[in-house]
């Protein structure tokens, strides 16, 4: 029988993808483990393998094709209980080559070509599920395909409905000729509608909308209009963090290991986590979820948005381990290979401007973690100590919280270990 090969979802929050490319055509033998095609997602491009086996019968989304719905069906494969063509046969104009899944007009269709047209659509437009076998004996036989009934999967005519139509008329005469129906517009050569924008025609270019840049949309709107969230603001004093880091480079040099003060950041808050769990903590319908490991999100600017790998237990690794994972992360980031054990779990978040030159924001929590927590630049600032005027170099960080997980008082305790993990951070290498 035939196997349907569905959209894939790659990513927990995955509902439709870019199927950007075919390794496989028409005719094609597939064998469990061969690259059929790669999917774009919201957040990677990812090969998808073959699960099971047989010969490609049908592609029916297009390379290319934007906002294919997950288990939408994108192509056909023969498994058992169908039988293979007795002659090779060219294949019909459907089986030929990927196609998008409505139906497609032949140019100037002549009586010769309505047979075929009789088998790629029914009169109402809607696309008949046929074998390609099945196709080339109706085609053979001029039997009209929209009026033979499918035993096969889903309603698929096989070829035993073929022959056992072809036995009832008792005559290979022509069938009547069905017009192809004139395919849809596509959206590139459909008329656009007069803007709704206040801005003349021709005055602005239009980017489209990738997967990324939609989910990024989409989510962040439904965070900022459903959680009710709320900010807290400190100011850290760092130089004895960024003594430590000097120190720590120095050492690390003849390995050729380097820490970034991001890198003391996200260890600093994997430990304040767990001295405050009640912050690392995500809200569902059936009660907060407190998590044992402290699993930091870090959000990564790449081509088109941002995505946030994850650093995994990163209470329980040392900094040059941090330091080395997330550089891997943010490079798999960048190239659009990220796994979706990679990004998808984060259990406390972290978007660092501060090597932007930003002083200070507030984040957009990423549900369904928690709390955010938003890093400024570090400057020189004047400051009172003992009653005097000094200068220190100070960091202003913000912790944005779910007020339905975290309340004012624990986001102020998680703040507070934080300060003193910072401040003084001779408390990361214990």
Known sequence: MAIDILMPA??????????????VKVGDVLKSGDVMCEIETDK??????????????????????????????IARIEGEGVAPSAAPAAPAPVAAA?????????????????????VLAASDGSRIMASPLAKRIAEAAGINLAQVTGTGPHGRIVKADVEAARGQTGSAAPAAQVTAPTPAPTPASAPRAPSPLPYADGSYDVLPLDG???????????????????????????????????QLNQVGAAQNAKVSVNDLVIK????????????????????ILIHHHADIAVAVAIDGGLITPVIRKAETKGLAAISDEMKSLADKARNRKLMPEDYAGGTFSISNLGMMGIKSFMSIINEPQGCILSVGAGE?????????????????????????????????????????????PIGLML
């Open 44 to 73: 990677a491009t990812m090969e998808v393998e073959a699960v099971d086996e047989g010969k490609v019968l049908e592609i029916l989304v297009a390379e290319g094709t934007q906002g294919v719905k997950v288990n939408a069906v």
């Open 380 to 424: 020189q600032r004047p400051v009172v100590k003992n009653g005097a005027l000094a200068i220190a170099t100070v960091m202003s960080v913000t912790l944005t919280c779910d007020h339905r997980v975290v309340d004012g008082a624990i986001g102020s305790a998680w703040l507070a270990a934080f300060k003193s993990l910072i401040e003084e």
């Open 268 to 287: 600093a808050a994997a430990l304040a986590c767990k001295r405050v769990p009640a912050a690392n903590a995500s809200y569902t319908p059936d009660g």
């Open 98 to 118: 990927p196609v998008a899944a409505a139906p497609v007009a032949a140019p100037n269709p002549t009586p010769a070509a309505a047979p075929v047209a009789a």
């Open 212 to 246: 990324m840049r939609r989910t990024i949309a989409r989510r962040m709107t439904e965070s900022f209009r459903d959680v009710p969230h709320f900010p807290l603001n400190i100011d850290l004093e760092i130089d004895k963090l960024l003594e430590l880091r000097k």
């Open 10 to 23: 790659l990513s927990p929050t995955m509902e439709e993808g870019v199927l950007a490319k075919w390794h």
